[in-house]
């Protein structure tokens, strides 16, 4: 099998992993500093979320050139430098490609808005007033307001699924598609392994730009973009062909370069973007484990109805939490999140990890006077910031946790002197031993990597399911609450458990998960 089939992907925020050079935002030679920690977790590749030249008003999703590095991450040659490390060690290194927009200082953006009649004017999606010379229609940006923002120079709107100063690309012009398709060969040429691919399914919008329905479910706290359902300004039709296209680019490539979809979806639309007649994205990101109820019943009919709704060839990926979603350890609480790291890295197919939650790191509050996020600063009030998530990596209990010598750009959470890299790696309980083991777990048995997968009957809190390729069967049975779960476990080596001390035969653990090489 492939190595992205086999292996298991490790998210980086880069400006809260390591920094390197004093000012408090993590670096890409910070990241190269810390690739050992990597390796020693166990994980087969690295995803970076954006690093290249950005005013940063969203924080590197707001791009001013695709092919080059932001000075506050470094330079290119700190990248090579990045890639060449990560390599030596097996390692392979993913990047965040954000297609959908650009930073409104992206050169490009500079000569559409300078005249209705610049040649890269419909490089971006222009459109007269309404009549009442409001906006085009009732799209809402995901940051909430208006997606339209109204430029006096030219008498015009432009669209940003975003920030204003994220303004949408227009995929319908080829010139476009042909520049943005340079951007991947780019850094394909230079030895990346592959894309995390943002926003994916938000790269193409109805051609008439109808106004999209009210959403009858809406309520304030769901967040302003959702009072309409986006069914006019997202996953339209002909973003299969780009996604076809990106994905002959990279099979163009040797290594078995992967193409990962940010695509948050149904899961019968989701399935589209593996490729219905011609290949898509290799993963179309599966984000149920973040939003899933946290009970057995749920989750074992989620797991199936995923299951059986894949194609033919279509591999399975699963993740419990990124830079925009709360974390797991603050979703299930501290000995839940063991189980679900259980879990994540025993479920057919590939894992993805975000940094941190190899620590239990659970979601920061971050003082009123601190915030970054613009998303909360524009809605505030309603628990939508992504700040908590993006606090720095504590690897030890020296000052500033040993992410800096400065104070970092979003404050620690209060528990970083004892949830550290170092104090964990010490402890042979800690969440941070756990995941080693169950990476090398991964590592060791075939039918974990790569072996098929059913559940098992089950009653209660108990969730389970059985691994096996060739001769070897590995069971799986994990304990959905605090409560004791009977549980007939079968006969066979317990290979990890999430507790110390003895297992049961007949009973689950409150908070208990084992790994049972079956004999």
């Not at 307001?145 to 100063?165: I, P, R, V």
């Not at 951007?183 to 943002?198: E, N, T, Y």
């Not at 476990?489 to 009973?507: F, N």
């Amino acid at each position: 099998m492939t190595w992205w089939k086999t292996g298991s992907i490790y998210q980086i925020y880069p400006r809260s992993f390591q920094d390197s050079d004093g000012d408090g935002v993590g670096d890409l030679k910070g990241i190269e500093a810390r690739l050992d920690h990597l390796v020693a977790l166990g994980v087969d590749a690295i995803w970076i979320s954006p690093i290249f030249v950005s005013p940063m008003h969203d924080f590197g999703y707001d791009v001013a050139d695709y092919c080059d590095i932001d000075p506050r991450f470094g330079t290119l040659a700190d990248f090579d430098a990045l890639l060449a490390a990560a390599h030596a060690r097996g390692l392979k290194l993913l990047l965040d490609f954000v297609p959908n927009h650009s930073s409104t200082d992206h050169p490009w953006f500079r000569e559409s808005r300078s005249s209705r009649d610049n040649p890269k004017r419909d490089w971006y999606i222009w459109r007269d007033p309404a009549p009442d010379g409001g906006p085009p229609n009732n799209w809402i940006s995901d940051f909430g307001g208006s997606a339209w923002e109204y430029d006096a120079a030219t008498g015009q709107y432009y669209y940003h699924a975003f920030l204003k100063e994220q303004a949408d690309l227009n995929w319908r012009n080829p010139d476009v598609r042909h520049a943005m398709m340079d951007v991947l060969r780019f850094w394909f040429d230079r030895g990346v392994d592959g894309f995390r691919i943002d926003v994916l399914w938000h790269m193409v919008k109805h051609a008439d730009f109808p106004d999209n329905p009210a959403n009858p479910a809406y309520r304030p706290e769901m967040g302003e973009m959702h009072a309409v359902l986006q069914s006019n300004s997202t996953d339209q039709p002909e973003v299969h062909d780009i996604a076809a296209e990106m994905r002959r680019i990279a099979d163009g490539y040797p290594g078995d370069r992967v193409l990962i979809g940010e695509i948050y979806l149904p899961i019968e639309k989701l399935m589209h973007y593996y490729g219905i007649d011609t290949p898509e994205v290799h993963l179309p990101f599966n984000f149920q484990l973040i939003e899933a109820p946290w009970d057995a019943r749920s989750l074992a009919t989620m797991i199936a109805d995923y299951e059986a709704a894949l194609p033919p060839g279509g591999w399975p990926n699963w993740v419990l939490g990124n830079h925009d979603r709360p974390r797991i350890a603050t979703r299930v609480g501290g000995p839940q999140a063991r189980v679900a790291a259980m879990l994540l890295l025993t479920l057919r197919g590939t894992p993805t990890i975000y940094y941190g939650d190899e620590l239990g790191l659970t979601d920061v509050a971050i003082p009123p006077d601190r915030v970054q996020d613009p998303r909360e600063l524009r809605e505030p009030g309603w628990g939508l910031g992504r700040d908590p998530v993006r606090t720095p990596m504590p690897w030890n209990a020296s000052a500033h946790a040993g992410f800096s010598s400065a104070e970092p750009w979003l404050p620690l959470g209060p528990d970083w002197p004892t949830r550290n890299v170092a104090a964990q790696a010490a402890d042979a309980g800690s969440m941070l031993a756990l995941y080693r083991d169950l990476l090398s777990l991964r590592r060791k048995h075939a039918a974990l990597a790569e072996g098929d997968f059913r559940l098992l009957e089950t009653t209660g809190s108990v969730l389970a399911y059985e691994r096996w390729r060739g001769d070897e069967r590995i069971v799986v049975a994990l304990n959905l609450s605090g409560e004791d779960q009977p549980f007939a476990l079968p006969a066979g080596e317990v290979v990890l458990r999430t507790l110390p001390g003895g297992v049961r035969t007949d009973t689950l653990r409150g908070n208990e998960g084992v790994v049972i090489l079956v004999r």
